[in-house]
């Protein structure tokens, strides 16, 4: 009977340690190239997170992406009208499998989550220990 307890700290343990679980993936973090489709995609993902307002934009520009495990991460800036780029660049994440998701802008600092700090020292930005 005592054995359960024991038997679940085992596979909680484990968990923590699987390649896809956010422990091993800090570590597997890696920087992405930037293509067309990945831009069009995110300027999909910008214009879905307006639901439908009547804000015009451009961009992205000074795009990096790159993954952590399973999971993408993405940054883009978007010049919009009447607000410029006022508190950019946009996040954005994508599971595998589905389609990009903007989080919102950074409003600074951009080492605050969902992007983990790994990718974006990578990505050449500093971030404080």
Request: glycine content about 10%; overall charge positive; proline content about 8%.
């Amino acid at each position: 009977m005592h054995r359960i307890p024991w038997l679940l700290l085992l596979l909680a343990c484990a968990v923590l340690v699987l390649p896809g679980s956010p422990a091993g993936a800090a570590s597997k973090c890696s920087v992405s190239p930037v293509t067309g489709k990945l831009k069009k995609a995110l300027r999909q993902a910008h214009k879905r997170a307006l639901m439908g307002a009547q804000q015009s934009f451009t961009g992205p520009t000074k795009v990096k992406v790159g993954r952590c495990g399973a999971k993408r991460y993405a940054i883009g800036t978007f010049d919009t009208e009447g607000v410029g780029t006022t508190d950019q660049p946009q996040r954005f994440t994508r599971r595998t499998g589905r389609r990009w998701k903007d989080v919102g802008d950074t409003g600074d600092p951009l080492c605050e989550a969902p992007i983990p700090q790994v990718l974006v020292r990578k990505w050449g930005f500093d971030c404080p220990a």
